[in-house]
Structure formats: C-alpha cells, structure tokens
C-alpha cells in the first residue's frame, strides 16, 4: 500500500559513505542509549531498517532488534554486516508489514515517517506499531519540525546544507503538505555533481500526537533530541514517546 520511494541499488551502496557523521559514535551514543532504555529487557522492531545504522549496534549492546525495510538493496547492504540469525529482516512497508511476535519498543528515526507520502498511510504506520507493542510498550519517532517559518512570503525554498561537497534544499508545497529534498553532490574532484531529489509528507508534532491517539497510543516523552535537552519552539527536531496502555 506504500507510496513511498524505493531505494535503487546504487544508492543503497553509497549510503552509509554519505552518512557517516550520522554513524559516528558522538551521534549514534545517544540515541543508542535512549532506545537502549526503553527496549529493557524486551525485542525491538525497527521500521524502515535500512543498512542496519541504529539497528545493527544497537544488537550488538545485546538488545534482541527485528527490522522491517521496503528496499531490498537497502537490506542487503545491511546483511554484509550481521546475518539473518542474529538479527532478521523482513522485506516489506512499514505501514502494513507484520513480523511475529511482541515487542517492548517500536522505533523509525532520521526523519523516515515522512517516507509515507499520504496521511493515511502514515496513520497505518502508527496502527501497525501498535499491533506490535506490549502493554506498556513504545512508539518512538526522530522527526525535524519543518522550517516553515524560514520561509518569507513568495519563497518556497529552505536551503539546508551549503558545503564543498554538497548542495541541499528542500521546496514546500503548502497545500499537500509535500516537500521535496533537493541535492547536488559532489562526485570526485572534476567539478561534476550528481543530482537528486526525494519526496517527503511532513507533519507537524500535534499530527502525529492525533494519528497515536487514533492508534490506541498516548504520548509519554518530547524531547529535541536523544540527550534528553527540553523540546521548544525554536527546537529544529523532536524525539517523541508514546505509549501502549497497558
């Protein structure tokens, strides 16, 4: 049922080259931490895997992670690193794909919800995170705040990284609630960039707090980021919480 875009092979291989800062461990300690936490002593399910950046190390500080992942170039990147025994990999949509078992935590970071382009499906993704939570289990959710208010009247664009190698902004369609990540990336050192571009459905935090109470869930925790530091108007992203009752 997804309207999300498919990961190519191409891009998959060059992946984790291109986040290699969101892979360091001054990035990953906090949020390995924070979900760390939270799982206890239970199973976590990863939507939207990918090559394993979160879920990989956080198997490894012992905690038992499934992953659902729409793209199998994504996923096959990710089983260079640990095998199907130690930590499974189901190939499939967030929204909808059902692995076995409970978990005590439910985890889709670095701004992957927006993934879904619609608001249903977005609402489906909720629903399926919560089909797979304990009582007193957790949904948690990385997402920007879309910067809306660094657009002046008349623009639609929002320039997001501006460096040697890379070239990044995003452009807003108001109305559907659509934008579309724009990146020209240097590729070696003969002045050429190679250019892409993603759509993305961003919601702001109320959204997603009605889609949790329509999944049966309630908000617990907003925090801006893995550190814990308060949640404010001027915060860029949120880590939210929610909750199964149980």
Same mark, same amino acid.
Request: with cysteine; proline share 6%; hydrophobic share 40%.
């Given at each position: 049922?997804? /309207? ?14 291109? *986040? +290699?800062?969101?892979? @360091? ?6 949020? =390995?931490?924070?979900? +760390? ?6 199973? !976590?399910? *990863?939507? !939207? ?19 659902? *992942? ?13 095998? *199907? ?35 249903? $499906? ?5 629903? &399926?995170? +919560?089909?797979? =939570? ?46 579309? @990540? ?13 250019? $892409? &571009? ?21 908000? $617990? ?18 880590? /939210?919480?929610?909750?199964?009752? +149980?």
């Amino acid at each position: 049922m997804t /309207s999300s875009e498919l990961w190519t092979r191409a891009t998959a291989d060059r992946y984790d080259a291109e *986040e +290699a800062e969101a892979s @360091s461990a001054a990035v990953l300690g906090p949020t =390995l931490a924070f979900l +760390a936490e939270l799982a206890g002593d239970g199973r !976590a399910l *990863e939507f !939207a895997i990918g090559t394993g950046r979160v879920g990989v190390p956080l198997r490894e500080r012992g905690v038992p992670v499934v992953g659902i *992942e729409l793209s199998e170039h994504m996923a096959a990147v990710l089983r260079r690193k640990i095998d *199907e025994g130690t930590l499974p990999v189901v190939i499939g949509d967030m929204a909808t794909t059902v692995v076995p078992g409970g978990f005590t935590l439910v985890y889709l970071v670095y701004n992957t919800i927006t993934n879904l382009l619609t608001q249903d $499906e977005q609402v489906e993704c909720f629903r &399926n995170a +919560a089909r797979h =939570l304990e009582p007193g289990g957790r949904f948690v959710i990385e997402l920007g705040v879309p910067p809306l208010r660094l657009l002046p009247p008349g623009q639609v664009a929002v320039p997001f990284d501006v460096s040697q190698q890379h070239l990044g902004f995003d452009t807003f369609d108001l109305v559907e609630q659509i934008l579309v @990540s724009h990146h020209f990336t240097r590729d070696g050192d003969d002045g050429h960039y190679r250019r $892409e &571009n993603s759509r993305h459905r961003y919601a702001w935090p109320a959204e997603l707090d009605l889609m949790a109470r329509i999944a049966g869930l309630e908000l $617990e925790r907003r925090v801006a980021d893995w550190d814990g530091s308060p949640f404010t108007q001027d915060s860029a992203k949120h880590v /939210s919480v929610w909750r199964k009752p +149980a």
